[in-house]
Structure formats: structure tokens, C-alpha cells
């Protein structure tokens, strides 16, 4: 059998057919990357939602940590909140359990003191490759199949309070989108700590202004009594 020859109207028609196929493709991708980013936002407005409305101390921590992990589908986070010029264990969930062990260390130190020091965020494709994590930090996420890193800062009113972590199972280079979402989700956050913490201590000083006046009133009975 001779070999087919295409005429010229042939060439140009499987050009266009090509055409066609290469542009469905590309709007195809357009929409799935359009589809996660909406599916994004509306997890970010979600997740913030609910951590803004926790103004209680106690359950707070847990929340923001589990959101964090959830907005980045990944299977740890946590926090830490700066003091002085120490990074204190604020929240944990998922894998960070295995990761985050030390209650506090200085800024500068392991990827998260980076993070709080330069005030920018830092991520690692593979922890087993980084040489910054604290040794026993690193022995815990290689037990436990933590490899991915990425920790962002933790900002209010353009003041650095803290460092917030993801953790994830798989190697993964975290792309800009992800890294400008954790950070939005971060200013969230943190807005919602300080208003955790105002609320704590407009409690402690209710408490305290209940209790006095309490004292005063007893006081006051006793005087009337020895009258």
C-alpha cells in the first residue's frame, strides 16, 4: 500500500481540529485552577469565620491550628506565639504533635525562629534535606513521615506575634498562591489571638473588680453589724 498523502485542505483542517483540542485543553486547565482557587477562598472565608469567632483561650489554639492544616490539605500545623524574644508553643494538630516538642526556644533558631527573625515566609520541600530544623524537631518528623515544611508570620497590626507552621506527608514545593493563602489566613489569626487575649484579660480584671467589690460589701455588713 502507498502511503497516504494529505492534500493541503486536509493538513488545514487537522490544524484547526489541533487548534480546537489545544484551546479546550488550556480552558479545561484555566478552570480547574479557577475552580480550586474559588474552592480556596471559600475555605479561607470559612476557616477564618469560625476562628474569629472563637473568643475563648482555651479552645482557640486547637482551632486555628486545624483549620491551618485543612486550608492547605495538608496532615499537621501549629503556632507559636512570640515573648520577649522566644517563640512559646501556642497550638498544635495533626503531625505537628511529633514535630513541635519544644515549649520554646529563641528567635532565630529551627525554621520557625527563621520565620519570626526575618519576617518573611520560609518552605521546604523535603525536611530530611534541611539542616536548620532543631535535631530532635527532625528526628520526630522523620519518624513519623513529616516532610514538608512551610511557616509564615503571624502579623498584627504590622507587629510580628508569631509564626504559624503546616506540615505535610508528601514532598511538595509550595507554590505562591498556597504561600499568599496561609498568609492571609495568618493575618486572621492573629487578629483573633489578640482579641482572645483582650477578651482573657477584660475577664481577669471583671473578676477581679467582682471580687473587691464583693470584699467591700462584706466589709461594709461587718461595720454595720458592730454599729
Do not use: C, W
Amino acid at each position: 500500500r502507498h502511503p497516504h498523502l494529505f492534500t493541503d485542505q486536509e493538513r488545514q483542517l487537522l490544524a484547526g481540529i489541533s487548534n480546537e483540542i489545544g484551546t479546550a485543553l488550556e480552558n479545561a486547565r484555566l478552570y480547574g485552577e479557577a475552580l480550586e482557587t474559588t474552592e480556596r477562598l471559600g475555605g479561607l472565608i470559612r476557616t477564618s469565620a469560625k476562628v474569629a469567632g472563637s473568643l475563648q483561650a482555651g479552645e482557640l489554639p486547637r482551632d486555628i491550628a486545624e483549620e491551618a492544616a485543612k486550608l492547605l490539605r495538608v496532615e499537621g500545623a501549629g503556632f507559636r506565639l512570640l515573648e520577649g524574644d522566644r517563640l512559646l508553643l501556642g497550638g498544635r494538630y495533626g503531625l505537628a504533635h511529633h514535630v513541635m516538642l519544644t515549649p520554646s526556644y529563641p528567635v532565630g533558631a529551627s525554621l520557625t525562629g527563621r520565620v519570626a527573625q526575618e519576617g518573611r515566609p520560609v518552605s521546604v520541600p523535603d525536611l530530611s534535606e534541611d539542616q536548620s530544623l532543631l535535631p530532635e524537631h527532625k528526628a520526630g518528623a522523620l519518624a513519623h513521615g513529616v516532610v514538608a515544611y512551610l511557616g509564615v508570620p503571624l502579623r498584627y497590626r504590622d507587629r510580628i506575634i508569631g509564626v504559624l507552621n503546616v506540615y505535610g506527608k508528601e514532598r511538595r514545593t509550595f507554590h505562591e498562591g498556597e504561600i499568599g493563602l496561609l498568609s492571609a489566613f495568618a493575618d486572621h489569626a492573629a487578629v483573633a489571638i489578640e482579641n482572645a487575649r483582650l477578651f482573657a484579660l477584660s475577664q481577669r480584671r471583671l473578676d477581679r473588680a467582682q471580687a473587691l467589690y464583693e470584699t467591700g460589701q462584706a466589709v461594709g455588713g461587718v461595720l454595720d453589724l458592730a454599729q
